[in-house]
């Protein structure tokens, strides 16, 4: 294919042949060509020339040329010319002037087997890499939908699927547990990414992602096509059980009854595909408390009690609705915490009375002993709600007059005593943060308070970039699984109640200072 002395046609008729099969244009794979053929002649003139080559697009002609650049005083003769030179070399360049290039054609030549493969390698990679491009180019746009292909081959509990035009794949954490896929298969998936890598596969794939089960329920649901019905949110425990959210725009439309279809058709259908996994549809409600009721279901809950800043709720039962709360290893309430965002704490009554009266005490001993109040007038702040030193460094005198037994001079003294101690607690943490060695730039990240200052340096968190490195799961906690056990994992900054969303943001402003 790259001997001069081949028929010339011959070359733009494989380019043609290989642009049609590799769906890639022909310009393309001519100009690989080029690049392959330019590396040879290296190889044959030697590397330190410039070489130019040029195929003619409708002969086949390959013209190969040495660049030179035209110098007054040339030290490299190998890429620099004299202009009284470059005259003499063809008339084509007597109006070149001091700075132009010049091209000296180069003798044609038989390829040796060394440089014939050179040639071969960066032809085959260039097209590779061209074809790569185009089927990141035609999937790019399918991303966040369901893929139908053929299982093609199975490697390491991974699957890889023949999508038509090119392969994705599905890996092993993204299949339905205990699933039996076996090459020939035809397969859904959801597309959760479509990426530009330069070896394996780019066309990303899950049948174990909540979108999977989302778009299902999309093809089944004309409602939910046509807009009528929206999704809130969903949850998964792909194989075992699953929820979603539904909400209907209209309120005459049963949102949940839509998805269920006629004798239960439309969510069968989507079981099926899903391997028999249990579906509970939910109905949405913008009050928490609402909606946690209906995402507990079947369990008969008496009292919610929403605590919306750290997204926190704490649903109050009998003995009897316990075990249909938390569900079998606690999966029912896992997936509606997952579904609703929100941390969700079961506790019987009992539970709850008790807990109540910790929380009271606590918070009664905190006043007490910061604030050097006998345990009386502690008590009755607390039940006022002033629950915190902080509470009442910013009430008015005006609102602590209002309860009986405080006069004007004790809600004096009780807001200046509050001022003082915070005044003091913050001189004391700033010192602690000096202390540890953070550095100036973790300190001004916006967002971190000191109290997060002083946990982040414990754990020798200093500066920024130390910041930058950690996932959001380091911050917020997570699970882990570990000889087959899924082990609670304590975030660094969990105390403070931080939120995915908040790490995230956190983690992302100090990446774009750092990097």
Known sequence: M?????DKLELI????????EKAIDKDLILSSMESGIEKAAKSRFGLENNIKVTIDRSTGNIDIYRVLMVTENPTNHNTEISLAEAKKISKKNIGKKVGDEILETLPTFDFGRIAAQTAKQVITQNVREAERERQYNDFKDKKDQILSGIVKRLEFGNVIVDLGKTEGIIRKDEMIPRENIKTGDRVKAYCYDVRRETRGQQIFLSRGNPKFMEKLFLQEVPE????LIEIKSSARDPGSRA???V??????LDPVGA???????RVQAVVNELQGEKIDIVHWSEDPSVLVVNALSPAEIQKVIIDN????LDVILDEENLSKAIGRKGQNVRLASKLMDYEINILTEKEESERRQIEFKEKTDNLVKNLELDETLGQLLVAEGYSSIEDIEQTSVDKLTKIEGIDE???KELIDRAKEFLKKDAEEISEKIKELGVAEDLINLKGLTQGMLVTLGEQKILNLKDFAELASDELTGGYDIIKSEKVKIKGYLEDFALTKKEADDLIMSARNIVY
């Open 2 to 6: 790259l001997n001069q002395r081949s």
């Open 13 to 20: 008729r494989i380019a043609e042949a290989v642009a049609l």
């Open 224 to 227: 939910i096509y046509d807009g």
């Open 243 to 245: 929820k979603i959210c």
């Open 247 to 252: 909400n209907a725009k209209d309120t005459s």
């Open 259 to 265: 998805c269920v279809g006629m004798r239960g058709s």
């Open 309 to 312: 800043n750290y997204r926190k």
């Open 409 to 411: 001079k004790t809600a």
